[in-house]
């Protein structure tokens, strides 16, 4: 009984461990597809329509907020001259606060990149 009182600490730290860094994987997954569908968008804003932004940042930002689903994101960032048939590269930030029992809370940054080409 006294060596599972010593061990019981260590099976809830690696518990604790795993199911964070399953979270922290699933966000992971979230902030890539936010980033990918980003970049979607902004390959093919020339063609939206009037409510929707023509600008690619512009709608590769509105895109990357939705797909995330609740995250809070930094706004992504756009790199590209905006030309059809250039390339459009689209960053998506997210700050992943860790707050394991019994230590100080760490903040990682998930970045996720992804580029398309303008159509």
């Not at 922290?24 to 063609?47: K, M």
Request: hydrophobic letters at 50%; charged letters at 10%.
């Amino acid at each position: 009984m006294v060596e599972f009182i010593i061990v019981l600490p260590l099976i809830f730290m690696l518990l604790f461990l795993i199911i964070t860094a399953g979270i922290g994987f699933a966000r992971y997954l979230r902030i890539t597809d936010a980033a990918q569908a980003a970049a979607r968008a902004a390959a093919v804003a020339r063609f939206n329509v009037s409510p929707e932004p023509t600008d690619p940042c512009a709608a590769a930002q509105a895109r990357a907020q939705e797909a995330v689903g609740g995250l809070s994101i930094d706004p992504p960032s756009c790199s590209g001259t905006g030309t059809i048939g250039s390339p459009f590269t689209v960053s998506v930030t997210h700050h992943y606060a860790v707050n394991f029992p019994f230590f100080s809370p760490v903040t990682f940054d998930i970045t996720s990149e992804a580029t398309s080409r303008l159509q």
